[in-house]
């Protein structure tokens, strides 16, 4: 198609203003790609992109230590870099931010919470500036202008740096980032394994460290999946705490479960950093849906109370994530936290992805099917998956709609009970979940089926914080030669386990709190790092 190759020729004009030019680069690249950027970048590329955590890169920034266009500079190539390793850009903003790298050098002092920070985002969320093209991975979308939105004007009113859009797959609705539009995303620790999605372009680019503070957005694990497949850090708010508002997406006006932006970074700060600086603008002044709750950080007055879900009741986890939860469990119970199991047997959470996969398609996929059929693009089989392969998607009647979010209603009763019974005995009730990000590391490509580790969260709208763990080992993480699968997902998981082919891929964890607890799941993680030795 000519638009098609109009969009990826626009990409490689974006890539190809990229001074010095990159060199160095193999003729073929090697299953990992984390030793590039030794043999490409120069020794201050890789001070400046790797030596500092989100606060200190800001502080040194803020006290004039180090120009912003250096810094800029320095993560423009090395996100050239990540993207001819992983195929993770939609567009490298090069002369829009030295141009802003420029300016904000050259006021008088600095000013905002960002001052000079270089953030990467989400390209269906679309830019600040003029020019703006955002096609959100859709062919029928090639050539549609957009613009920004409330969550990016406020950090560019803060005074970052967007110098990268990172791409997403077909429908924005895969945990794959696969589009006909811009090809398939890979993970920076394996190519043979996914970078995840929908957010799987930020993740290849902060796998890579071709950023180190992104923007995702998460309806079924699309923040938390991919940032765990590259160990790094993320965040998914409880809805209505950041803005949606601007985003291209289809089904825009759906209720039935809705998406929210969030953090993606390489370190745990960053997030808090993120939901402070958002918040703080008062948002819901502009955007009336949004709760109007400022940021205030929660201080744990005693040892936290921490329940492990060892198992969904669905599917059973794959041998390093198991050992990944054992490991901080104990390192929990060593620092003097009540550490305790939890029952989603009882749950159901089979019957949670039949509710949410039919309330994300509630027209039955009509309207994104037909915007495919329009153009002529071919339906990808993680759409097939999502849609025509779910019992319970179909076009609803306004009335069967009405009866399924009852039955969401009714879910995230039962759940809420059953953390409220925890402290049924001594009167002290769980403070957050311990989890699985997803069943294992990162999946081979086409084959990310399961969501129930992440799309739980969503149907229930609790909040959700991932932190890397370990990397699998074969010698400590054996497949279980005499497993006998309970049903046919754990038996698909179950065989996707080899653990030579997922040799040193990050494996992460998941802490989940209830809905509107957001600081009191970020306060948690830093408690349970602390545990860990981190801090």
């Known amino acids: 198609m000519t638009e098609l190759k109009e969009m990826k020729a626009k990409r490689d004009a974006s890539l190809a ?27 201050r590329e890789i001070e400046i992109t790797e030596n500092y955590s989100v606060p200190e890169l800001l502080t040194i920034l803020r006290e004039r230590n180090i120009l912003v266009e250096e810094v800029t500079r320095a993560f423009l190539r090395r996100a050239a870099l990540a993207h001819a390793a992983t195929n993770c850009l939609v567009q490298l903003l090069w002369d829009e931010a030295i141009a802003r790298a420029k300016y904000l050098d050259s006021l008088s002092e600095p000013k905002g919470a960002l001052f000079g920070l270089p953030i990467s985002t989400k390209e269906h969320h679309g830019m600040v500036g003029p020019n703006v093209i955002t096609t959100a991975s859709i062919v029928g979308w090639i050539g549609r202008e957009h613009g920004s939105n409330l969550l990016y004007d406020t950090f560019w009113n803060e005074g970052c740096v967007f110098y990268a859009r990172t791409t997403q797959p077909q429908t924005i609705m895969h945990l794959e980032t696969n589009s006909n539009v811009y090809g398939r995303t890979v993970n920076p620790y394996n190519r043979a394994l996914t970078s995840g999605g929908s957010s799987g372009g930020e993740a290849a680019l902060l796998g890579m460290r071709g950023s180190i503070f992104g923007v995702g957005g998460d309806i079924g694990g699309s923040i938390r999946c991919p940032a765990a497949y590259v160990g790094v850090y993320s965040f998914k708010p409880t809805n209505k705490r950041i803005s949606v508002a601007g985003q291209r997406t289809i089904m825009a006006g759906k209720e039935a479960i809705m998406s929210t932006p969030g953090p993606m970074t390489v370190d745990r700060q960053g997030m808090e950093l993120f939901m402070r600086v958002a918040l703080a603008a008062k948002p819901w002044r502009l955007d009336p849906s949004l709760t109007a709750k400022e940021w205030t950080p929660y201080r744990f007055t005693r040892p936290l109370k921490v329940a492990v879900q060892w198992w969904d009741g669905v599917v059973q986890p794959h041998p390093p994530v198991t050992r990944a939860l054992r490991e901080v469990s104990e390192a929990c119970r060593k620092a003097g936290m009540e550490v305790v199991d939890w029952d989603s047997v009882s749950l159901n959470h089979r019957k949670d992805w039949e509710i949410l996969s039919s309330l994300y398609w509630p027209d039955g996929g009509e309207q994104v099917l037909r915007l495919l059929g329009e153009s002529g693009e071919p339906i990808l089989p993680l759409t097939k998956f999502i849609i025509q392969e779910q019992p319970s998607v179909k076009n609803l009647t306004q009335h069967e709609l009405w009866e399924r979010c009852v039955q969401r209603d009714q879910y995230r009763d039962a759940y809420a009970r059953a953390w409220t019974n925890t402290g049924a005995e001594d009167g002290r009730e769980i403070d957050v979940i311990l989890c699985p990000a997803s069943f294992g590391a990162a999946t081979p490509h086409d084959q990310s089926r399961y969501w129930g580790y992440t799309a739980n969260w969503n149907l229930l709208d609790y909040p959700g914080a991932v932190f890397p763990v370990t990397t699998v080992d074969p010698a400590k993480d054996p497949k279980d030669m005499n497993y006998i699968p309970k049903n046919d ?47």
Not at 29 to 39: A, E, G, T, V, Y
Not at 517 to 531: G, N
């Open 17 to 43: 203003k990229v001074e010095p030019k990159l060199q160095g680069l193999p003729d073929h690249l090697s299953l990992s790609s984390q030793d590039l950027p030794k043999s490409v970048l120069t020794q």
């Open 489 to 535: 997902e754990d038996r698909f998981v179950y065989e996707l386990y080899i653990p030579e082919k997922y040799a040193k891929a990050p494996v992460s964890l998941q802490i989940i709190g209830r809905r509107q607890y957001d600081e009191k799941v970020l306060a948690a993680l830093e408690a349970i790092e602390r545990a860990m030795g981190r801090i």
